[in-house]
Nanobody, 114 residues
């Protein structure tokens, strides 16, 4: 499968952005979808995930501010990001996985100005 992220950009602290990740093919319904991010000089970290059954998980740093969701009819996973902080600045990557199969998107830059 191929993953294409969109929705990144420059936003002021306290603002909101919604990232989208569209997945090609017919397997989206059974994939676990996750958003990761990588800031300059730091390791890539898990931000949020959603299983095929709709179970969600979040990093402690984004709980209460970010919401992950999926639209199986559109083969798309979303990350709604509210109350953005400067420390949320990073390249955000979408990841699809299932039974050992993994695919990554190319990433989208999110920059939060303080």
């Amino acid at each position: 499968v191929q993953l294409v992220e969109s929705g990144g950009g420059l936003v002021q602290a306290g603002g909101s952005l919604r990232l989208s990740c569209e997945v090609s093919g017919k397997l989206f319904n059974i994939l676990t979808m996750e958003w990761y991010r990588q800031a300059p000089g730091k390791q890539r970290e898990l931000v949020a995930g959603i299983t095929s059954g709709g179970w969600t998980t979040y990093a402690d740093s984004v709980k209460g501010r970010f919401t992950i969701s999926r639209d199986n009819a559109k083969n798309t996973v979303y990350l709604q990001m509210n109350s953005l902080k400067s420390e949320d600045t990073a390249v955000y990557y979408c990841k699809a996985s299932r039974s050992g199969y993994i695919s990554w998107g190319q990433g989208t830059q999110v920059t939060v100005s303080s």
